[in-house]
């Protein structure tokens, strides 16, 4: 069997959205050395993304849109059209040095996932994951969409049959946009009730295709794990897949800033676990995650998870110093980070009850159909 490819880049590790955006944190980096860190990243298994053109962006985006984020990059500026059609230049979607290069890189990367999946194996793209961007405009500090240029390059180049996870806090509403209504792929999204952008509710099924759960505050590891033996793993052997996409999100997680969830990173790692193998081929991808340490443990050890390989009870020095060279400046998590955030990879798992509206919930799902039943 070929051995799990790796996709990331070097300009992940110094651009920022700015000083106070939300993904002012380095992520991609601190995954790519904890990995080297801990001896799991051999040359060999590692890719550097390429960057995108425009002529496979537009697969999905329009031309106006790609022309206006490589004259933004260019200009450092926007127009008031930028602003009004694109929302390009907002408080969420702002104008930074790399604002078209960095999400094409990431764009890149899962476009090269779906030519190399063609007659099958493991990739991981950590930078991918923007499941927000639209067709003709930023949204959700995601400028491009590149699930859909991933689950569009599978298609091109032969793989019809694609079930798509979502573990992220947030809907992927983009990606629902890309494939409402695709009798060949299976969308699930387990994503925090009422966060933005307070799309995904259960009864919308995106056209008979779409299977979403929006789960309460306070979501734990036990929820967690009735939602994977319940609806996701026999949704997805039920369908059939020839690909697997699994968005493996770090912002459900605790300690995230920017939702309400209470899981350990070992939920996260277990609904993998059990993805691995249904298809003969998959392709995960990051997601939100804006708590440096909480993206960095998460998603070094699904790298170990995708090579079967176990994260250390204690990190040897050189893993242990990536995690204490973070920063998480203007937020109290970064203030007095709790030691275990430096010394191990594993959390402490969160379980507790399973309330009875994600039991009903769970339950409501698990009756519908698959598309084309």
Known sequence: MQRPIFIGHEIFRHSTYGRWHPLRVPRVSTVMDLARALGWLPSEQFITSPRAKPAALINWHTPAYISALQRVQQQQDVTEQDRKRHDIGSVTNPVFPEIFS??????????????????????????????????????????LNDPVLAMLSLRHHGVQRIAYVDIDAHHPDGVEEGFRGDPDCLMISVHEARLWPR?????????????????????????????????????????????????????????????????????????????MGMAPRLLVLGGGGYN???VGRLWAQVWGVLNDLDAPEVLPDAAE??????????????????????????DTPREGDVRDEVREAVGILSQRLLPGA
């Open 102 to 143: 960095r999400p094409a890189t990431a764009a890149g990367g899962s476009i090269l996932a779906g030519e190399l999946l063609k007659d099958g194996g493991v990739i991981y793209n950590p930078p991918g994951g923007t499941h927000h961007g639209m067709p003709d405009r930023a949204n959700g500090f995601c400028y």
């Open 321 to 346: 110093n990536v995690l204490r060279a973070l920063r998480f400046d203007g937020n109290r998590r970064g203030k007095n980070p709790p030691e275990h955030w430096f010394t191990t990879l594993k």
């Open 292 to 294: 440096p340490w909480s």
């Open 199 to 275: 799309t995904g509710p259960i009864d919308n099924d995106a056209g008979g295709n779409a299977f979403n759960l929006p789960v309460p505050r306070g979501f734990n590891d036990s929820e967690m794990a009735l939602v994977r033996d319940a609806l996701i793993l026999p949704k997805v052997a039920a369908f059939q897949p020839e690909a697997i996409v699994l968005l493996c999100g770090a912002d459900g997680l605790e300690e995230d800033p920017l939702s309400h969830m209470a899981l350990s990173n070992n939920a996260q790692l277990d609904v993998l676990r059990g993805l």
